[in-house]
């Protein structure tokens, strides 16, 4: 990828595009390109989205990237635009596109962290999910609250998933992905409804360090659910960059 000329923390926005559709090409068989303006996550018939393509504004002329997505022929498929820029708001980002026909979804934060030591310990036990029997274990206790870990995970390096116990209870789980060199991202946290306020969360991300400290790693990365913020934001996560989404006038899903 080339970065973008104002943004300057681009390698957030690498690690982030690399590690998530390493996911998902890992678990759902989806693709990523690049096609000159824009980024391409295809995701094809996978259960990821409302969406089909998902395009990544990799230039900061909109014209530029709006005649890409036309060439790219989207055949009727649905599809949203990130667009990645340094301040929590650009006051004519949305007066820009809505030129083109795109209307605003929503902002958010790419959230970064530099690994000098672990911040903290691990207050549950936390351990590395490695097996067969020990994904059939988490998943049994997971699926109860629609959640999974893909067994395709288990297989590939890059990937790597840890599972919070609370008096030998399955409480909650970690996704790494170690795929961007010198930076780690955190794909999925979940602590089920019933360990919530017991640090489950905190002993999993100190796990995540741990691993990423092992393994010569002095970055992470990470886009945040409304309910985990205040957790990252504890451990020392900061704001690097931001996203806008931004989707078709009309449509909506």
């Not at 998902?54 to 667009?83: C, Q, S, T």
């Not at 059939?136 to 395709?152: C, F, G, R, S, W």
């Not at 780690?184 to 969360?201: A, M, P, S």
């Not at 010569?216 to 957790?231: C, E, F, N, Q, Y």
């Amino acid at each position: 990828m080339s970065p973008l000329p104002k943004l300057s923390h681009w390698w957030s926005v690498e690690a982030m595009i690399a590690s998530y559709n390493h996911v998902y090409k890992v678990v759902y068989n989806t693709q990523y390109y690049e096609m000159g303006p824009i980024g391409v996550s295809d995701y094809g018939t996978a259960p990821i989205a409302s969406f089909q393509l998902e395009f990544l504004a990799m230039d900061d002329d909109p014209h530029r990237v709006v005649e890409a997505i036309r060439k790219y022929g989207l055949n009727g498929r649905r599809h949203v635009l990130n667009v990645f820029h340094d301040a929590p708001s650009v006051r004519d980002l949305k007066a820009k596109y809505a030129e083109y026909g795109y209307e605003f979804v929503r902002t958010g934060p790419i959230l970064g962290y530099d690994i000098p030591m672990p911040v903290r310990g691990e207050t549950v036990e936390v351990v590395k999910i490695e097996t067969q029997e020990q994904l059939d274990e988490v998943n049994a206790v997971l699926y109860l609250e629609n959640e999974t870990i893909h067994p395709e995970t288990l297989r590939n390096p890059y990937i790597k998933n840890f599972a919070a116990k609370w008096k030998d209870h399955i409480a909650g789980w970690v996704q790494l992905v170690t795929v961007y060199p010198g930076a780690g991202y955190i794909h999925q946290l979940y602590t089920l409804t019933d360990y919530r306020n017991l640090q489950v969360g905190t002993s999993l991300m100190a796990r995540a360090h741990v691993e990423c400290i092992q393994n010569s790693i002095p970055r992470m990365t990470l886009v945040s659910s409304d309910m985990a913020l205040g957790l990252y934001r504890r451990l020392g996560y900061r704001p690097l960059t931001y996203f806008t989404v931004l989707r078709p006038k009309g449509e909506s899903f």
